[in-house]
């Protein structure tokens, strides 16, 4: 019965491979809303030189099936508007409706409902998601520093730093220190996001570069805390000078932000004045998703903000935080990046979250989930939201502040330092610099032994690994 039944299909297909029946998707979308009598939008780009194969059985009776039938075997998808009015989008991999991460996170519940099943799935993850990224046996050498003069600001000072994390391969970044300290300081990396200011095409308008991350680093440094700020691979700064946009979108990207943020703490945990008992890590966006990354795998991070990225159903859209299939490990149910941040349970984590981009539902449905996780280890205090509802996708002030409070807070900082008179946090002294300013190599010459271009790196992490 079953090769009838395949052999049937086989002849079905043979005879429906006439491409007398197919259309082009345009036509499709015009016969849909004449015959169901609805309105489509969507952007002409997403539907041109598109063809439905087969189309006029894809048709049904009802108008939710058809654009199912239609837009699902071109990869893309429906979403309605109002009654009569859909909107037709591409299918991005990396987004799932608000429902299914609601549901994603009550089957996690109900799979790993205790501290010790927790555990086992925490470590399996860790292990997982350290094997997908390339990193497990990749030897650490001499990170040989280089570095610049020391700027000196009211309160605080600027040392641009380059690392090599692998022989050729650097890091760039600026330290921030506060001008006056005694003894050890906490530390914290602030990796960025894909957040341009402009349109200019200057790095004055990219990255960490940015203004938002300047008086970030710079008012955690007048507040005591020594801050990392560093590129992106492959995006904007020092970084593009050996790597690309390309390479930035293909796996490596998610490997090699990974390793730049160990490698760095590696560089901090040697400093005589690092206290690596108080260590954080903090970005938005495409940087928010290497926080959680880097604080689900290094226990030496004791405190984490991720800031607009965070969700059950949004797994970033770039290569770099989703090019890998880290959430899909071996054994057990997928994963998702709400249960990536219950990884750094139960260290002190503050979710920023706004009611303008996905993070919107993070009251109701990922921080009472990972409220949950803490739980199980009696923390529950030490997660927090704050939640924007009228706010969009940066890193603007109200986040910054919130950053402010919660690290004075959670690390026991007198920051008075930091604010005016009246106790409000106070920006005003801090000083945003070029990002010729901000960069190990303004000339755009890396020392002679660089290496550059995807090939030349995928070879050197073959070699490199023990």
């Known amino acids: ?77 429906w979403s309605k508007v109002r009654d009569g009015v859909y909107e037709i989008k ?21 799979a790993y409902p205790d501290l010790a099943s927790w555990e086992i799935r925490k470590a399996e993850l ?22 610049s003069p020391v700027r000196r600001f009211d309160g605080y000072t600027v040392q641009n730093i380059a690392l090599e994390i692998l022989p050729g391969v650097w890091v760039s970044g600026s330290l921030y220190k506060p001008t006056r300290y005694r003894g050890r300081i906490p530390v914290f990396l602030s990796p960025h996001g894909h957040f341009s200011a402009g349109s200019s095409g200057s790095d004055d308008d990219h990255g960490r570069y940015r203004p938002d991350q300047q008086y970030r680093c710079a008012m955690l440094a007048r507040m005591g805390v020594a801050v990392f700020s560093y590129d992106k691979f492959g995006n904007w700064g020092d970084s593009r000078l050996a790597f690309n946009a390309q390479v930035h979108r293909s796996d490596l990207g998610l490997s090699m932000q990974t390793w730049q943020s160990i490698r760095i703490l590696d560089y901090l945990s040697e400093q005589p004045w690092a206290d690596m008992t108080r ?26 903000v991720p800031v607009v990225m965070m969700a059950s159903h949004f797994f970033g859209g770039c290569p770099c935080e989703s090019g890998l299939p880290i959430h899909f490990p071996k054994n ?11 990884m750094a349970a139960p260290m002190p984590q503050l979710l920023i979250s706004v009611g303008g981009d996905w993070t919107r539902t993070t009251p109701e449905i990922e921080y009472p989930y990972i409220k949950q996780i803490y739980g199980y280890f009696g923390k529950a205090d030490n997660l927090e939201n704050v939640h924007l509802t009228n706010e969009g996708h940066d890193y603007g002030i109200s986040k910054r502040v919130a950053l402010y409070d ?13 604010q005016n008179r009246d106790g409000v946090w106070d920006e005003s002294k801090v000083t945003i610099e070029t990002a010729d300013a901000l960069k190990v190599f303004p000339d755009g010459q890396l020392p002679a032994h660089a290496i550059r271009g995807e090939q030349a790196l995928r070879e050197l992490l073959e070699k490199h690994r023990e």
């Open 90 to 110: 591409r299918w991005d991999y990396f987004r799932k409706p608000f429902e299914e991460g609601e549901k994603h996170v009550k089957a996690l519940l109900e």
């Open 332 to 342: 057990g149910l997928p994963s998702n990046n709400a249960e990536i941040a219950a």
């Open 279 to 304: 260590v954080g890590v903090t970005g938005a966006s495409g940087g928010g998703s290497q926080v959680m990354f880097i604080a689900a795998l290094d226990d030496r991070i004791t405190l984490s």
């Open 1 to 77: 019965m079953l090769l009838m039944i395949i052999f049937s299909g086989i002849a079905n297909a043979q005879w429906l491979s006439s491409d007398i029946y197919d259309q082009p998707l345009k036509e499709v979308l015009d016969q849909i809303e004449e015959r169901y009598n609805v309105q489509l939008i969507y952007e002409e780009r997403h539907v041109v030189d598109r063809i439905v194969l087969r189309a006029p059985w894809r048709l049904f009776i009802e108008v939710e099936p058809t654009l199912d039938n239609v837009l699902r075997p071109l990869d893309m998808r």
């Open 126 to 147: 860790r292990a997982h998601m350290m094997e997908e990224k390339g990193l497990v046996g990749l030897k650490k050498g001499s990170l040989n520093p280089i570095v």
């Open 406 to 418: 919660f690290v004075a807070r959670r690390f026991g900082l007198n920051a008075t330092s930091a």
